[in-house]
């Protein structure tokens, strides 16, 4: 059972950050404290908090966009899940932003590892790529609001990998998987025979949810994990109002409706050209971002409940760097123009 998460920056040559996490996970007869006694577990801890600045900043997903945001629909949030098989330590931390720079990874994983001892390497840093959070591109012209709000971003993002560390105990994991057709390739064919951004049914979309399930000893599930490739951008340009968008609502009926108290954290996986089918709405419509995250929310929770959870063997990780070239910005969508290199 692998997870993987795409990160990638967007700017001066573009970088893309592969981690892979592998928990590898066994069975043998017996109950599931009879397993755990027999084979041992990995460990795991869990442990959130609130990334939400606190005074206006200018927003991510936009370039149009410029302006501070002008409210707070719902908070965000940064989540570490931190997994020990006694000799190996990785971490998945997912963050309710749009997305991280390369410098940026090296600083926040560079002192999680100083922290917690976690190596760099094994660390999944996974933005959920809402187009509705504070922007995390500084520079030293950025509003200084903006850039304390990193400086507490960076900061607590290393806290909370800590805690979760610090809150380690002995796991039984499992996983699964379902469908939600919430979402659909977004390079749709226009007339004159080029392409556009809308909504293509003809077009390749990956619509797999994949569900980790981790609980306690005593079979009782603490965490879920949850990947669904597609695109948080319910929310369009001209929404100022800080949201999670749907992976933000995901979690939030995930954790609501599970009948124990858990920690759903959520993916949004290699995206690529995938968008939710209610995409950059010219308005806030939050009960069209709801509705998708209770539909997804809805088959997360019925994989959970059948997912078989045992003691897991190890814990490993791999990561690899991959510089790509530049280019810039077509004019047309039309494919038969050239893309011109650039930086």
């Known amino acids: 059972m692998s997870i993987e998460k795409l990160i990638i920056n967007r700017g001066y040559p573009l970088l893309v950050m592969l981690t892979v996490l592998f928990l590898s996970a066994f069975s043998v007869p017996g109950s599931a404290s009879e397993n755990v006694r027999a084979a041992g577990t990995i460990s795991a801890g869990v442990a959130r908090v609130n990334i939400t600045p606190e005074v206006p900043v200018v927003m991510a997903g936009y370039g149009s966009r410029t302006q501070p945001f002008e409210g707070v629909n719902d908070s965000l949030y940064a989540i570490a899940t931190v997994f020990d098989d006694g000799t190996t330590m990785a971490a998945i931390v997912t963050v309710e932003v749009l997305t991280f720079t390369h410098a940026a990874w090296e600083e926040i994983t560079k002192r999680i590892e100083a922290e917690t001892g976690i190596p760099q390497g094994h660390i999944l840093l996974a933005p959920t790529h809402t187009h509705g959070a504070p922007s995390t591109r500084v520079s030293e012209d950025s509003d200084s609001d903006l850039i304390e709000y990193n400086r507490m971003l960076f900061d607590r993002l290393v806290a909370v990998t800590a805690a979760a560390a610090g809150r380690l105990q002995p796991a039984m994991i499992g996983s699964g998987s379902g469908i939600c057709k919430m979402s659909m390739n ?57 949201t999670g968008d749907w992976p933000g609502a995901a979690r939030r009926y995930i954790e609501r409706e599970a009948p124990v108290p858990l920690t759903a954290t959520i993916t949004a996986g290699a995206s690529g050209d995938i968008d939710p089918i209610y995409r950059v709405r010219p308005d806030f419509r939050e009960s069209e971002m709801e509705e ?20 897991a063997g190890s814990v490993s990780a791999m990561q690899r760097v991959i510089t790509l070239p530049g280019k810039m910005t077509a004019p047309s969508w039309q494919p038969e123009k050239e893309f011109v290199p650039g930086p």
């Open 186 to 242: 977004r390079r749709a064919l226009n007339a004159a025979g080029g392409i556009r951004i809308g909504r293509n049914p003809y077009g390749p979309c990956d619509q797999e949810v994949g569900v980790v399930r981790i609980d306690n000893t005593g079979g009782e599930p603490f965490a879920l994990l949850v990947n669904w490739p597609t695109h948080a951008t319910v929310m369009g340009p001209g929404n100022l109002m800080v």
């Open 292 to 311: 998708i995250g209770i539909i997804l929310g809805r088959e997360v929770l019925r994989v959970a409940g059948d997912v078989r959870t045992y003691p």
